[in-house]
């Protein structure tokens, strides 16, 4: 069982920026794919960016020319760089990871949400 970490989120002003990380310990053979999701009350969870190992990475179309995914694979960790942020960004966003605990068991996890409040 693998607990995701996630931080960085929090209040920011319209054109703002954050930076949300994700965190993946403990012990396992590798992580296939990690990425983010968004969620407005009402709505359902959407693509925000997924970056698969040695895969292309995918960006949801809000994100598109302003959010930027990166994986640091030593940490385990991945990051999303968020810019010129607008109020329709405000949502919780939820760090998945697809994690290959060995040659027989790939498991889906999901963090606990970290809450981003894009307002003036």
């Known amino acids: 069982q693998v607990q995701l970490v996630e931080s960085g989120g929090g209040l920011v002003q319209p054109g703002g920026s954050l930076r949300l990380s994700c965190a993946a310990p403990g012990s396992f053979l590798s992580i296939t794919t990690m990425g983010w999701y968004r969620q407005t009350p009402g709505n359902q969870r959407e693509l925000v960016a997924v970056m698969p190992s040695g895969g292309t990475t995918n960006y949801g179309d809000s994100a598109k020319g302003r959010f930027t995914i990166s994986r640091d694979n030593a940490k385990n960790t991945v990051y999303l760089q968020m810019n010129s942020l607008k109020p329709e960004d405000t949502a919780v966003y939820y760090c998945?990871?697809?994690?290959?605990?060995?040659?027989?068991?790939?498991?889906?996890?999901w963090g606990q949400g970290t809450q981003v409040t894009v307002s003036s």
């Open positions: 998945n990871a697809v994690i290959l605990h060995n040659s027989l068991m790939q498991r889906n996890y």
